[in-house]
């Protein structure tokens, strides 16, 4: 028996019924060998309630090999996106006794594995890592018997009773259900040369990279929570954090507010809007303009950080949804983006899609 799964007589059965057209059962996938068990990840905080988990490295992954596709043992449900939504469906379906797919282009934890520490999630007074908080999960999924494959799905077809999931290299994937939990993507500012930097000098949310500016000086733009958590972390390590807003105030909780008080290296800014990006090679300067006065401003920046918002995933789901596609977490356009609502819309999608593939029509009946 591997570690870290039960063994059969003392897995718990499950709630459901069995699926008539599946076979499957709570008592969990028999048919659907669990690769991901025997994987080992990245650094890992050594805290008691972490101690048995890894978030997987980048790896890790490709867990569905090529001889055996999900198509060929048979998929109830592919989750599109690895982040608190996807991460809480797939546990729920995989104990559930479905056979689950869950695809991931990027890390897996989602935009919550990079937050470098959360203070708001339940069950942890003192707070966790991101990355310890989503390895959690992926153990929780793993000893369920969640698949993960490392992938883009760049594609979604709807064939009568079941969907065709695209990848970039053209295979194609079958279930019969399908959950987008792609998150919601980063506005960005549309200026000329942003694109090239992105990555490298321009960054959305990275709080692993704060560390590279040590004694740099950097900006963050935006005015809400998001801006305000990177521009916190970026002044441990920074010489000077300019945090450029648009209007006169910043949008974010008190507690988040009160701290930026005591970072004399931060720097707020307010009515600035930024109108250049300038550098060879590097990025050099940002030229900013302020609102009310009209002047504008060069400074000497070596990381921009651009957190003015979020829009919808370009997730192409096309003409496939309806009947048996969800949406969950930031996908869903929720402007409440927190890790625990995304959890919850993760599992609610989960029983919604439980109740479609058992044929249960309403899924407020019977709750
Ligand atoms: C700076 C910042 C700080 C934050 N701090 C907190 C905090 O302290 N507490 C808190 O509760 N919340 C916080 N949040 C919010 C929280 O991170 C998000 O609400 C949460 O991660 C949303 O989960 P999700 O699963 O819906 O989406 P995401 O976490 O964005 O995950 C979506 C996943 O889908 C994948 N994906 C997208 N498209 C595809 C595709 N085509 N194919 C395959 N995979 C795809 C992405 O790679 C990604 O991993 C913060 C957010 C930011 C930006």
């Given amino acids: 028996m591997r570690r870290g799964i039960p063994s059969r007589a003392s897995r718990p059965t499950s709630l459901y019924p069995r699926n008539p057209s599946t076979g499957c059962s709570g008592a969990g996938n028999r048919n659907w060998p669990n ?63 479905y056979r689950t797919l869950l695809v991931e ?33 992926l153990a929780q999924a793993r000893r369920w018997g969640l698949k993960c494959l490392r992938a883009q799905v760049s594609g979604l077809v709807r064939q009568s009773s079941f969907f065709r999931i695209i990848l970039p290299n053209g295979r194609r994937l079958r279930c019969r259900a399908v959950l987008c939990c792609a998150g919601a993507e980063f506005k960005r500012l549309g200026l000329s040369g942003e694109d090239g930097f992105l990555g490298r000098y321009v960054h959305h949310a990275a709080f692993d990279e704060a560390p590279r500016f040590r004694n740099k000086v950097v900006a963050v733009v935006g005015a809400g929570e998001a801006a305000l958590h990177q521009a916190l972390l970026l002044a441990k390590f920074a010489r000077r954090v300019h945090l450029l807003s648009r209007g006169p105030t910043i949008k974010a909780h ?73 949406v969950a977490g930031d996908a869903s356009g929720d402007i409440c983006r927190q890790v625990v609502v995304a959890a919850g819309s993760g599992v609610q999608a989960a029983m919604e899609c439980i109740r479609y593939l058992e044929g249960w029509s309403n899924p407020h009946e019977n709750s």
């Fill in 35 to 97: 690769r991901i068990a025997s994987r080992r990840g990245a650094p890992f905080s050594n805290t008691p309630q972490t101690r048995m988990a890894r978030l997987p490295s980048r790896q890790y992954n490709d867990s569905v090999s090529a001889s055996k596709s999900p198509s060929s043992t048979g998929t109830d449900v592919i989750v599109v996106g690895g982040g608190p939504a996807g991460l809480a469906a797939g546990i729920h379906l995989s104990r559930a006794g």
């Fill in 105 to 137: 282009k990027g890390q897996f934890g989602g935009q919550a594995g990079r937050i470098d520490w959360i203070e708001n999630y339940p069950g942890f007074p003192a707070g966790i890592k991101g990355a310890d908080l989503m390895a959690l999960w």
């Fill in 254 to 326: 008190r507690l988040l507010k009160s701290r930026m008080t005591r970072r004399p290296n931060l720097i707020h800014s307010p009515n600035m809007t930024v109108e250049k990006i300038d550098g060879h090679r590097r990025l050099e300067r940002i030229v900013v303009r302020d609102r009310v006065s009209g002047l504008h401003k060069s400074l000497d920046v070596s990381g921009l950080f651009v957190l003015i918002g979020k829009q919808k995933s370009t997730f192409p789901s096309g003409k496939a949804k309806g009947p048996g596609y969800f």
